[in-house]
């Protein structure tokens, strides 16, 4: 239990020190986009505290979750119909390789934190040093599909030697995102060209997304 909870500590630790960090660089006047997550969470909080000393902006949430944060936290919000354009995107990644490429939708906001991050001028990601990889594939490469083409998708990945399970509930039921649709976890292994893969999947029908 000590090991673990120390870990937990220093863990906790380095995503609050990247959370604040990331904060200090919002200026006011900005349109900010709040990820979703463990340490966009902490960079919500930190952001809410700057925005009680007088910082001017205004947030655009990834998720539901995120939107109730920013409510009760005091933070103003906005929807991309107002503002299309963001100034600065606050997000958290499930691993990061050398060359900055991302596995994100560890927490099922996939397709909002992806919408966001393309209408941003500056993209800023927030993690602790253990998401820091070589390689991306030892987390599981969330998918995000509509439950009518979940069935064909899963076989069609499988085929090509991932092996795919359908994310759920703690009690059963199939995981369902804000926008209504699955997540198809899957084990790739070792992803040697990232760019390839996130050209290969879109060509799926049915798949919105994935990274």
């Known amino acids: 239990m000590g090991a673990q909870t120390d870990t937990k500590l220093l863990r906790d630790a380095e995503k609050q020190a990247a959370a604040r960090a990331a ?3 919002v200026e006011s006047g900005s349109v900010v986009g709040l990820g979703s997550g463990s340490t966009a969470t ?3 909080q930190f952001l809410a505290e700057r925005v009680h000393g007088g910082l001017k902006i205004v947030g655009i949430p990834t998720s539901q979750n995120t939107k109730h944060l920013a409510e009760q936290l005091g ?7 107002e503002n299309p354009n963001i100034d600065v995107d606050i997000d958290g ?3 990061i390789d050398p060359h900055l490429n991302l596995i994100k939708g560890g ?4 397709l909002r934190e992806k919408v966001i991050a393309s209408a941003s001028r500056r993209f800023i990601v927030v993690a602790e040093s253990v998401k820091l990889v070589s390689h991306l594939g030892k987390f599981p490469l969330p998918v995000e599909v509509i439950p009518f083409a979940e069935p064909l998708i899963r076989r069609r990945i499988e085929a090509l030697g991932a092996q795919v399970s359908l994310r759920k509930y703690a009690y059963g039921n199939p995981y369902v995102t804000d926008g209504g ?6 084990n790739l292994g070792e992803i040697s060209n990232p760019p390839a893969l996130n050209a290969n999947r879109k060509e799926l029908p049915g798949v919105f ?3």
């Open 23 to 25: 904060v200090q660089l």
């Open 42 to 44: 902490f960079a919500i």
């Open 75 to 81: 933070i103003p919000l906005t929807t991309l119909e």
């Open 93 to 95: 990644a499930d691993e």
């Open 107 to 110: 927490g099922g906001a996939l």
């Open 181 to 186: 649709h699955n997540l198809l976890d899957c």
């Open 209 to 211: 997304d994935h990274v």
